[in-house]
């Protein structure tokens, strides 16, 4: 009897000083090491959920990235809090196509990107699993105000659970910030820090509900003229997220 109570003491001084010495030198395991040395209280006080953690980890990749790729976790919350409805994508990007291609599949909902530049859309058409959800498009662009984004006809697709306004030429912009107002639920739009260079300023206020995402540059915002539980869902998700994601300088595994 004796005997075993040494194994059970020793095992208990033990435990803490192994625990630490397999998981201290990683930055995320580091987070998890103050997860349950606080336990539930830290989990509750980030509100940082699990499944939203989870969503994180399969679709993105670390660092998050904090410049081209930046909308990319805007993107991301937006998707999982909408859960359904018609996305377009104006402007492609190596970052943001395959994401929303992805979010697309996984949850069952249609897919417009467009851009000007016919080399993205062709990348993308070759490099892409083919799907009736996804379509691209090319939309050719020959004035210095894009205005041929009007004649495009993408509004005409669907009214739209997100739009993600990315697309050049920048001072067409403003004019789609306007226009897809009262045609979608959600805008997403990139580049928010230097809205006097895209002229954003006149066309913001049409939305009611507004939230900047400034945690990564370039800044995103997060728009609604409708419904303001999502803006603000999307907003308590974003911001839940523990501030070791956004390090660029940090490895997580
Ligand atoms: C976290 O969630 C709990 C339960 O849902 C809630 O009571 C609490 O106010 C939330 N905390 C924050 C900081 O939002
Ligand atoms: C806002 O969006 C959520 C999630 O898509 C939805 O459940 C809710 O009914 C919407 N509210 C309004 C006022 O449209
Ligand atoms: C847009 O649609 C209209 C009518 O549906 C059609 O006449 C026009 O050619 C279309 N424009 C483009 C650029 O596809
Ligand atoms: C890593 O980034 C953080 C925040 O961005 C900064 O405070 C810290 O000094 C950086 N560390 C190194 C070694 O660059």
Same mark, same amino acid.
């Given at each position: 009897m004796k005997f075993h109570a040494v194994y059970v003491v020793v095992g208990i001084i033990a435990c803490p000083f192994i625990f630490f010495c397999i998981f201290a030198p990683s930055q995320l395991l580091q987070v #998890? +090491?103050? %997860?349950?040395?606080?336990?539930? =209280?830290?989990i509750e006080k980030s509100n940082f959920s699990n499944e939203w953690k989870q969503t994180i980890h399969k679709y993105l990749t670390f660092p998050l990235d904090n410049h081209y790729g930046s909308h990319t976790i805007v993107l991301l919350a937006a998707a999982y809090a909408s859960e359904t409805g018609a996305i377009l994508e104006l402007g492609m990007g190596s970052s943001s196509t395959p994401l929303l291609h992805r979010l697309a599949v996984d949850q069952n909902r249609f @897919? @417009? &990107?467009?851009? &000007?530049d016919i080399r993205w859309v062709n990348y993308? +058409? &070759?490099? @892409? %699993? =083919?799907? %009736?959800?996804? #379509?691209? =498009?090319?939309?050719e662009v020959k004035t210095e105000m894009g205005v041929e984004w009007a004649a495009a006809n993408l509004s005409d697709a669907a009214k739209w659970s997100i739009v993600f306004i990315d697309h050049r030429p920048g001072g067409r912009r403003q004019f789609d910030l306007r226009a897809y107002a009262l045609r979608s639920t959600l805008v997403l739009l990139h580049d928010t820090e230097v809205a006097s260079m895209y002229q954003y300023t006149n066309a913001l206020p049409l939305y009611t509900y507004r939230y900047r995402f400034t945690r990564l540059k370039t800044y995103t915002d997060v728009l609604s003229r409708t419904n303001e539980t999502l803006v603000k869902r999307i907003r308590f998700l974003l911001e839940s997220i523990p501030d070791s994601y956004f390090h660029t300088n940090k490895t997580l595994t």
């Open positions: #998890q +090491v103050i %997860e349950l040395a606080n336990g539930f =209280k830290y @897919l @417009l &990107s467009a851009d &000007s993308f +058409v &070759s490099g @892409l %699993e =083919k799907t %009736e959800l996804h #379509q691209m =498009k090319y939309v």
